[in-house]
């Protein structure tokens, strides 16, 4: 039977809940422990497929097609495994189900309750989820701070799990933060020895709690969190502010985390296993003598979270080549008003990731072409390869009227359309062309050379895609058709011929990078751009 440790979060958002629990799903995983990880959100959204990325942040995809919170991200790129659609549960899917058994009279005439009826269903998904990923520790965060009047069912459910399972089988991490009062010159610890104690009253001990903070954590401090909470002080875990996330799982093998866990649980855990972790940190520390200059050219310039798995693929190509990373934030709507010019003259490269909706469209469009134009490194994500096909038509049919009908459903040349099976669609939930797909790599384009491999399995999310009335026209004037779907049907890669990197791609290679194992195409378009 598998394990449980969850993992809540008190004081205030934002304290790298997710980073924590990912990075002792690493010291686990590390230990050859299989590890499952799971995230409960208390939104009424069944998926993350409909939150709004400016918001929210990324929408994360994984193989099985399923919309997630960003935090997936961490979990996958920190325990380097592929999760599923049983890692992201929101409060939305659970009353789904509720309704639904109630419609279909599976509650045999019984008041429906919050509970049991509710909590049991946050149960049977973590159990489900233990079973059928056969994982001898399942970590479950709860999203949100305790004492949100909209998380607790899942806290009451996590309540409840240590009865039913024991106390040997589940363990209570607790995530707060110190707050530095400038006056006194000083951390308090009073916040979290409170969120503790809301924890407490709905019934709920932690076993270990890790104090994050922007200031040195002081010995006393962590001694006050000790004794007034009631806690083993090994089990009290200073995280300070730290430069890379990268960094925390090394964290917390300097405080021997493991050890605690291992402690109470009463299982062996003994020392890390695999090195590649340490490594990893070392180039990250490492001094460079050379920065890449990337520009990302998005739309959502206020909330860098929405190109969260993009920057972080970046960052591990830029580990792995061993150059600093410096990336430009640049607004395409800025590029619509002052020129590509005046942002990407010198930059080492461009990346044009995903999106949706028209605004900006025209200001990618001229950063596709500057780079083609210019030579520069050139990387499209799903939206980056649907606008370098605009551009390049426009350039050979020599007319501006060619478009995406997402943009322009009246366009004289539609080069990127909407898929057939997509046409009938009027959801907006979960109905986009999801998940992981062959496709496969024509021998001479770069693509082939950096995955080195002819069949590979990316990644999707959209509903348009290349219109073949144009492959041909397009294909003789120089666009390389790198990677289709098996059938040859469905173009996937798209290239620039006589330029030194101009890969674009119809899925998002950035979900798959890990940062001690860059994506293929990250690596070689960061190598490309320090040449
Ligand atoms: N909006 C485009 C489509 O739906 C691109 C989607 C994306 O970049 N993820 O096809």
Request: charged fraction near 25%; aromatic fraction near 8%; charge should be positive.
């Amino acid at each position: 039977m598998a394990k449980f440790i969850f993992i809540t979060g008190g004081v205030l958002s934002g304290l790298g809940k997710g980073i924590t629990a990912a990075s002792i799903g690493n010291i686990l995983a590390a230990r050859t422990k299989k590890v499952f990880m799971m995230k409960f959100d208390q939104y009424l959204n069944v998926d993350a497929g409909t939150l709004n990325p400016a918001e929210h942040g990324e929408c994360f995809v994984t193989d099985d097609g399923a919309e997630t919170d960003l935090d997936l991200g961490h979990y996958e790129r920190f325990t380097d495994q592929n999760l599923s659609c049983k890692s992201s549960v929101m409060s939305g899917q659970i009353y789904q189900t509720i309704i639904e058994n109630e419609r279909a009279g599976k509650y045999l005439g019984k008041t429906v309750q919050l509970i049991p009826h509710l909590t049991d269903e946050v149960k049977r998904r973590m159990l489900d989820a233990a079973k059928d990923s056969k994982a001898d520790i399942v970590i479950v965060e709860i999203g949100g701070t305790i004492g949100d009047f909209e998380g607790l069912h899942f806290v009451e459910a996590i309540r409840q799990m240590r009865r039913d399972l024991g106390i040997e089988n589940t363990l209570y991490g607790h995530v707060g933060f110190f707050p530095y009062l400038e006056t006194t010159e000083e951390l308090k610890t009073k916040p979290l020895q409170n969120s503790i104690r809301d924890l407490n009253t709905y019934g709920i001990q932690p076993d270990l709690i890790f104090c994050r903070a922007d200031h040195p954590i002081k010995e006393s401090q962590l001694n006050k969190i000790a004794t007034f909470c009631n806690i083993d002080r090994d089990a009290v875990v200073p995280l300070e502010t730290i430069e890379s996330v990268y960094e925390l799982p090394l964290i917390l093998e300097k405080f021997n985390v493991a050890k605690v866990i291992a402690r109470k649980m009463g299982i062996s855990l003994g020392s890390r296993k695999d090195k590649s972790w340490i490594e990893l940190v070392k180039k990250i520390r490492a001094k460079k003598t050379k920065t890449v200059q990337i520009a990302l050219v998005g739309k959502y310039m206020d909330m860098k979270d929405t190109y969260y798995s993009v920057t972080e693929a970046l960052k591990s190509a830029s580990y792995y080549n061993s150059v600093g990373l410096k990336i430009l934030w640049t607004d395409s709507e800025m590029i619509e008003k002052d020129g590509a010019a005046k942002y990407l003259k010198n930059v080492d490269g461009v990346v044009v990731p995903g999106g949706f909706g028209n605004r900006g469209i025209e200001g990618k469009i001229a950063a596709a072409k500057f780079a083609r134009e210019n030579k520069i490194p050139y990387l499209g994500l799903c939206l980056g390869m649907q606008i370098a096909t605009i551009e390049f038509a426009r350039n050979v049919l020599k007319t501006d009227k060619c478009n995406s009908t997402e943009f322009d459903s009246e366009v004289e040349n539609p080069v990127i359309h909407i898929m057939e099976h997509q046409k009938k669609i009027t959801d907006y939930g979960g109905t986009m062309r999801l998940g992981a797909y062959p496709c496969v790599l024509s021998k001479d384009s770069i693509s082939f050379k950096a995955y080195k491999q002819r069949e590979i399995s990316e990644r999707h999310r959209h509903r348009y895609e290349f219109n073949n009335d144009y492959r041909d026209i397009l294909a003789k004037a120089g666009l390389v058709i790198a990677g289709t779907s098996p059938d040859g049907k469905l173009v996937e890669i798209i290239e620039m011929k006589n330029h030194p990197f101009f890969v674009a791609s119809q899925f998002h290679p950035e979900f798959k990078s890990r940062p001690n194992r860059p994506h293929p195409l990250f690596r070689e378009f960061i190598k490309a751009a320090a040449k």
